[in-house]
């Protein structure tokens, strides 16, 4: 099979409707990262999805539809979901509801639970008017790797295994959406993503993020989202975060990128563009700005699959803060380092 990347147009836009309805996989823009779209409703298509990925059948994806009105035969919608809907959709956040059983199984991995969301890109709500079912997607890449934020990502990945991916540009957010567990007492971050628990919280009142955000799981442990399982968003490079003060930091991670070079080996470093000037004459990377956390997202996973294509196989990168936006970020960044990190006001402590 020969995959086409298409400018969306109304005729392309058709043909990839088209595709859906037939059983086939479709490469999808979104606001956060591209999906690898099949019909919600086909449960063959829906398998199709795992293997072209080769994603765990344990792990359940989520639905996409245009409107707040086209969920009601697959999930219960509670007053909760309305207030966020009215609020933040479309958009990059996930609604975790309970499903009906119009929804086949293998698309919730057998959870009484669907996750649903409403997308804002243009091709997204194009696409899911045109082929009239709800679309189960996946971000679009090959399993474990860091999700695509652009056509050619996807194309990188997912060559032969489709035929259509429709190029709707950069993906803005960068990061996967926030997924929100609504069936649970107190509603529940699992995924922080785009819409922070600050802006949840304005709309619901209390709300909870999981605490298996910013660790790696315990040995045993059930992860509430099974993806969280997974190794995610990983580089084939070694990645270390380093925290403290910033000139702390640079020195740690020059020293550190001195002495692995002195041994051979070639290391990239992730900087934030206000302490670029810090690192010169080294392999360093924007990774956007400290004081704007959008462009980091937005940058993020493209920065990761860089130093994949490069080869690098070590990789250091500065940090921020954990908070809104960093949330999000942080949680990519860590799980990619598998939460390996340095803190250099320690290290550079006097002794
Ligand atoms: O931004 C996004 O959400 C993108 C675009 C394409 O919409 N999609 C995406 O899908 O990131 P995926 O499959 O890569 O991540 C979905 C996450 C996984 O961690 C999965 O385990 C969790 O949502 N999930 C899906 N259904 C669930 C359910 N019923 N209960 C708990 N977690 C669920
Ligand atoms: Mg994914």
Redesign the pocket.
């Known amino acids: 099979m020969i995959t086409q990347v298409l400018p969306p147009t109304d005729e392309n836009i058709e043909r990839a409707a088209q595709q859906l309805t037939l059983g086939k996989l479709v490469g999808m823009p979104?606001e956060?990262?591209?999906?690898l779209g099949a019909n919600a409703l086909d449960e063959a298509a829906v398998r199709s999805i795992f293997a072209a990925k080769g994603r765990p059948a344990d792990?359940?994806?989520?639905i996409?539809v245009a409107l707040p009105t086209a969920l009601e035969p697959y999930c219960e919608v509670n007053a909760r979901a309305y207030k966020l809907m009215e609020a933040f959709c479309p958009g990059?956040l996930?609604m975790?509801l309970p499903k009906k059983p119009s929804i086949p199984s293998v698309v919730?991995a057998g959870?009484p639970?669907?996750?649903v969301?409403l997308?804002s890109h243009p091709v997204a709500q194009k696409l899911l008017k045109a082929c009239g079912v709800p679309v189960a997607?996946?971000?679009a890449n090959t399993s474990g790797k860091p999700?695509p934020t652009t056509a050619a990502h996807v194309l990188n990945d997912m060559q032969g295994k489709l035929e259509i991916i429709l190029d709707g540009g950069e993906c803005q957010v960068g990061l996967?959406?926030t997924?929100i567990d609504l069936t649970s007492t107190i509603p529940t971050v699992?995924?922080p993503?785009g819409i922070t628990p600050e802006m949840l919280q304005s709309v619901l009142g209390e709300v909870q993020v999981s605490d298996s955000v910013m660790r790696p799981l315990r040995p045993g442990e059930k992860a509430?989202?099974?993806?969280?399982r997974y190794r995610h968003y990983a580089p084939s490079g070694k990645l270390t975060m380093v925290k403290g003060e910033p000139s702390r930091v640079a020195a740690v991670i020059k020293r550190l990128a001195n002495e692995k070079n002195s041994e051979g080996q070639s290391v990239r470093i992730f900087a934030f563009e206000e302490h670029l000037s810090a690192y010169q004459g080294m392999d360093v990377v924007s990774i956007g700005s400290l004081s704007n956390p959008e462009t980091v997202a937005h940058k993020l996973f493209s920065v990761l699959r860089q130093a994949d294509g490069d080869q690098v196989p070590i990789l250091y990168s500065e940090i921020l803060p954990a908070q809104g936006l960093g949330l999000a970020i942080m949680n990519r960044l860590g799980r990619a380092a598998a939460f390996t990190e340095i803190d250099a006001d320690e290290t550079e402590k006097e002794p």
């Open positions: 979104t956060t990262v591209y999906g792990n359940p994806l989520i996409h990059p996930t975790l919730t959870l639970s669907v996750a969301r997308p997607a996946p971000s999700s996967e959406s997924v699992l995924r993503g509430l989202s099974p993806g969280m």
